[in-house]
């Protein structure tokens, strides 16, 4: 048995009553011609108060601007040839009580003999979605702050503010890695205090903290090496000298020697350094590279300290 357009009409009535998403019609200057009944339990406002009234009137100044852009940009296209349909947009309702909700409105154009009539869609309440996605956005910023303060932690020396052995071993890497695909040379320098346990013992650990402090902020301000020193464990530092062959290298060092041996420390303290000098060699490995700098270090202070091993 077939069913009447009365039935029809009650059912489809029912279901558009009875969704939760807002179902509207309205005509091509977005005035409101129709709505569903369930509009006032998202708005707060009567039929009468919307049906006759222009949809952005009901947003916030800013969708008010952005809805208007879509409508331009498609009037346009419409004008171009182009039937492309303006879809989704999110955008911020203002309830008849001033709240302020985010909803997600989806827009077709209707047309009726080939002229453009009018717009049929429906509304739907995102603002519990929207307060999650911010507090989602929050959670990754401060996760983001985490992150970059932990890998302060671990990229930088507590006590010197020179970058940390474990800087020094992923920027090794990658210099190997750059030397090895792009052909650019580097050096390495390792030196450590002539001396520096006489300082702990006579001065206390503090001075000989002072002393690691100034030394750093001497090398980092007067020679430039902010960005190539690392601390690579109590009175031992290395630097990474990028672009640079053996001949700069030594004459890096030898600046670096002199240069701290003429400063005057804290309470008029002078100290020297005992350098081992190297530029990478083909496909050496980290560790031998380190190996080998490591060992010309320890020639210098067995030939006396206050000198430079080339190796």
């Given at each position: 048995?077939?069913?009447?357009?009365?039935?029809?009409?009650?059912?489809?009535?029912?279901?558009?009553?009875?969704?939760?998403?807002?179902?509207?019609?309205?005509?091509?200057?977005?005035?409101?011609?129709?709505?569903?009944?369930?509009?006032?339990?998202?708005?707060?406002?009567?039929?009468?108060?919307?049906?006759?009234?222009?949809?952005?009137?009901?947003l916030n100044e800013e969708s008010q601007r952005y809805v208007y852009g879509l409508a331009t940009a498609y009037l346009q296209k419409r004008m171009q040839g182009d039937c492309a349909e303006i879809g989704l947009m999110e955008v911020v309702f203002v309830c008849k009580d001033g709240k302020e909700k985010w909803v997600e409105v989806a827009a077709k154009p209707m047309f009726e003999d080939g002229q453009f009539c009018g717009y049929i869609g429906t509304t739907r309440d995102i603002d519990e979605k929207k307060v999650c996605e911010k507090q989602l956005q929050d959670a990754l910023a401060d996760l983001k702050i985490m992150n970059e303060r932990l890998k302060e932690a671990v990229y930088f020396d507590s006590l010197t503010g020179a970058y940390s052995r474990r800087k020094f071993e992923d920027d090794l890497s990658a210099a190997i890695a750059n030397r090895q695909n792009e052909a650019i040379d580097f050096a390495l320098l390792f030196f450590d205090i002539d001396y520096f346990k006489k300082i702990n013992d006579q001065y206390g650990h503090k001075m000989g903290d002072h002393v690691l402090v100034e030394l750093t902020d001497l090398l980092k301000e007067t020679l430039g090496m902010a960005?190539?020193?690392?601390?690579?464990?109590?009175?031992?530092?290395?630097?990474?000298?990028?672009?640079?062959?053996?001949?700069?290298?030594?004459?890096?060092?030898?600046?670096?020697?002199?240069?701290?041996?003429?400063?005057?420390?804290?309470?008029?303290?002078?100290?020297?350094?005992?350098?081992?000098?190297?530029?990478?060699?083909?496909?050496?490995?980290d560790n031998q590279l380190i190996t080998r700098l490591d060992t010309a270090l320890l020639s210098a202070k067995a030939k006396g300290r206050n000198s430079l091993v080339i190796c």
């Open positions: 048995m077939k069913k009447s357009c009365c039935q029809d009409y009650e059912r489809y009535k029912y279901i558009i009553e009875n969704t939760k998403d807002v179902v509207w019609e309205m005509a091509p200057d977005f005035v409101y011609t129709y709505l569903s009944s369930n509009s006032k339990e998202m708005s707060g406002y009567e039929l009468s108060e919307m049906i006759g009234h222009r949809m952005p009137e009901f960005n190539h020193l690392f601390r690579w464990g109590g009175d031992e530092f290395a630097v990474i000298l990028p672009a640079t062959d053996l001949a700069e290298a030594i004459k890096a060092a030898e600046k670096i020697r002199t240069t701290v041996g003429e400063h005057k420390f804290l309470d008029g303290t002078q100290i020297t350094l005992s350098i081992g000098v190297g530029a990478y060699q083909s496909d050496e490995t």
